[in-house]
């Protein structure tokens, strides 16, 4: 399998003000064609830990928050990759009224809402 372009999404955690050293290492690894993949955090499974959500060229994937700095594998929950082709954004809030975060995604076609199901799942 030939990779395109490899960028690292980064998990910081300021302990202090002061500048990390050394560089922190990568969480996961982004499959993104032309540039860095956007990230967005809260808490989409309920549990009470922000987890993390990346777009890149497969699509949206979640990394849940295991607690204490850990996170699961990278899980699609949007793989239209044409859609999201050419740097999408990504937020996180709660529009649709039921009280789980949903996804908000600004790509080349406007801006489409991935409603939060629970447990890691989400619907167009
Ligand atoms: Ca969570």
Same mark, same amino acid.
Do not use: W
């Given at each position: 399998?030939?990779?395109? @372009?490899?960028?690292?999404?980064?998990?910081?955690?300021?302990?202090?003000?002061?500048?990390? +050293?050394?560089? /922190?290492?990568?969480?996961? +690894?982004?499959?993104?064609?032309?540039?860095?993949?956007?990230?967005? @955090?809260?808490?989409?499974?309920?549990? &009470?830990?922000?987890?993390?959500?990346? @777009?890149?060229?497969?699509?949206?994937?979640?990394?849940?928050?295991? &607690?204490?700095?850990?996170?699961?594998?990278?899980?699609?929950?949007?793989?239209?990759?044409?859609?999201?082709? !050419?740097?999408? +954004?990504?937020?996180?809030?709660?529009? +649709?009224?039921?009280?789980? /975060?949903?996804?908000?995604? &600004?790509?080349?076609? !406007?801006?489409?809402?991935?409603?939060?199901? &629970? !447990? !890691?799942?989400?619907?167009?």
């Amino acid at each position: 399998m030939q990779k395109l @372009a490899i960028s690292d999404i980064l998990l910081i955690i300021a302990i202090s003000a002061a500048a990390c +050293t050394p560089a /922190p290492s990568p969480i996961a +690894t982004a499959n993104a064609l032309f540039s860095h993949p956007f990230v967005a @955090a809260g808490d989409l499974t309920g549990d &009470g830990r922000n987890d993390i959500i990346f @777009a890149d060229s497969k699509g949206l994937n979640l990394l849940v928050n295991l &607690g204490n700095g850990n996170f699961s594998e990278g899980k699609v929950v949007y793989d239209n990759s044409n859609s999201l082709f !050419g740097q999408p +954004t990504i937020a996180i809030s709660e529009v +649709t009224g039921d009280h789980l /975060p949903d996804i908000i995604i &600004g790509d080349k076609n !406007g801006v489409l809402i991935l409603k939060n199901l &629970g !447990g !890691g799942n989400f619907k167009n």
